[in-house]
């Protein structure tokens, strides 16, 4: 029987067709045996709701991709729930010492939480890559099913490929509906942009895709400097900064300053910026025509993160429009949502 489903914007959407569950004793039971079953369960995470299935079995990882439609090439991160079996999943004993220490510091500092690290695999797990990137996410209730389960989850974002990253139920329902075996509604992930991924190599620690952890943070942490931008090498090895992503249905996407957004703004164009530079906008150029469709996002990164994919999302509910997305400052700190945005408007 379709369950009725409350959008975010309390409509509703008609049919469910991927069982919704909840952060109870009953939903995590269910999705544990869904797991263990090689199936497939959408969970929510602390940075963004993942796809989750056993990283060890090929026929969950085949689920994945096909209900994601993932280009094959594009790795998964493996999620564990404690330090112990991540260091299984790295060739631990092959690490320099200065990796050993790194990751060590890392997982002390960050993990649980929205950090993914890249370091050389060990021999005893099966993928074309030389490396694996893992993860032990911060959500109680999905720590909870990667202890029961104890096997390692991959799990990429909840969404279509090309789409923005899943921060609530619903948005998982709008791409994944009826593809996916469950989704375990656990609210509103608290951070809303994905974890910080980064590269112990030899030489140097590299970012590969900026997240809701700052690279000053992680400097730090290791009390040394990393290198903050990926090279067309690195994003070769880290395949997922090549393709599309995060962009809404909408008819076009522009990234510009305030300053060049005058023409737009008396247009039925979607805005999506910092509320300082909306307030600024309106002082201004006067009202915007009734029927557009403003979204002011608060004005530090925190606040912006967590609301941009929800905005993205949000924008979809007038696809005959433009969509304005206003840049925030230059700075470490807006990294990440600036590179979402960047690619939200294909200009990466
Ligand atoms: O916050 C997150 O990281 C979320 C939650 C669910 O944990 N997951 C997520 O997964 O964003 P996904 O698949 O959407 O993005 C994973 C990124 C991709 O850019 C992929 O190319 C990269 O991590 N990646 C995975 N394995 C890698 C590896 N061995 N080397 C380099 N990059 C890797
Ligand atoms: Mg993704």
């Known amino acids: 029987m379709p369950l009725l489903y409350t959008d975010y914007m309390n409509a509703i959407v008609p049919h469910c067709l991927s069982p919704i569950l909840q952060p109870d004793e009953s939903g995590i039971a269910q999705a544990c045996a869904i797991l263990q079953d090689e199936g497939i369960v959408a969970l929510p995470t602390e940075t963004v709701y993942g796809l989750a299935g056993k990283a060890l079995s090929s026929v969950a990882l085949s689920k994945i991709y096909e209900a994601?439609?993932?280009?094959a090439n594009n790795p998964l991160i493996w999620h564990v729930h404690s330090l112990e079996k991540a260091r299984s999943l790295f060739a631990y004993d092959a690490l320099s010492i200065a990796n050993k220490r790194r990751l060590e510091r890392l997982a002390r500092s960050f993990w649980p939480g929205p950090l993914t690290i890249v370091a050389q695999k060990s021999s005893s797990i099966d993928c074309a890559l030389a490396t694996i990137a893992v993860r032990i996410p911060?959500?109680?209730?999905?720590?909870?099913?990667?202890?029961?389960c104890d096997f390692p989850l991959a799990m990429p974002s909840a969404n279509i490929s090309t789409r923005p990253s899943p921060t609530k139920a619903s948005h998982v329902l709008k791409t994944l509906d009826g593809?996916?075996?469950?989704i375990l509604d656990g609210g509103d992930c608290e951070g809303g942009l994905e974890s910080t991924v980064i590269v112990l190599g030899e030489e140097t620690?590299?970012?590969?895709?900026?997240?809701?952890?700052?690279?000053?943070?992680?400097?730090?942490?290791?009390?040394?400097?990393?290198?903050?931008?990926?090279?067309?090498e690195d994003v070769l090895c880290s395949p997922g900064q090549a393709y599309l992503h995060y962009a809404p249905q909408v008819q076009k996407i522009a990234l510009i300053q305030a300053d060049d957004a005058a023409q737009f703004w008396?247009?039925?164009?979607?805005?999506?910026?910092?509320?300082?530079?909306?307030?600024?906008?309106?002082?201004?150029?006067?009202?915007?025509?009734?029927?557009?469709?403003?979204?002011?996002?608060?004005?530090?990164?925190?606040?912006?993160?967590?609301?941009?994919?929800?905005?993205l999302y949000?924008?979809?509910?007038?696809?005959?429009?433009?969509?304005?997305?206003?840049?925030?400052?230059?700075?470490?700190?807006?990294?990440?949502?600036?590179?979402?945005?960047?690619?939200a408007a294909g200009m990466r």
Do not use: C
């Open 314 to 343: 949000a924008a979809e509910k007038h696809k005959e429009r433009d969509l304005v997305l206003l840049t925030p400052p230059s700075g470490d700190e807006w990294a990440a949502v600036i590179d979402r945005l960047s690619r």
């Open 266 to 311: 008396r247009s039925d164009a979607t805005f999506i910026g910092r509320t300082s530079t909306i307030d600024e906008l309106a002082r201004k150029e006067g009202p915007r025509p009734a029927p557009a469709l403003t979204m002011a996002l608060g004005d530090t990164p925190i606040f912006f993160a967590k609301e941009l994919y929800q905005a």
């Open 179 to 182: 593809r996916i075996d469950a």
């Open 138 to 148: 911060q959500t109680a209730v999905t720590r909870e099913i990667l202890r029961r």
């Open 205 to 232: 620690i590299k970012i590969l895709r900026p997240g809701l952890l700052s690279a000053a943070a992680i400097e730090a942490a290791l009390g040394e400097t990393i290198v903050r931008t990926a090279s067309l």
């Open 68 to 71: 994601k439609n993932r280009p």
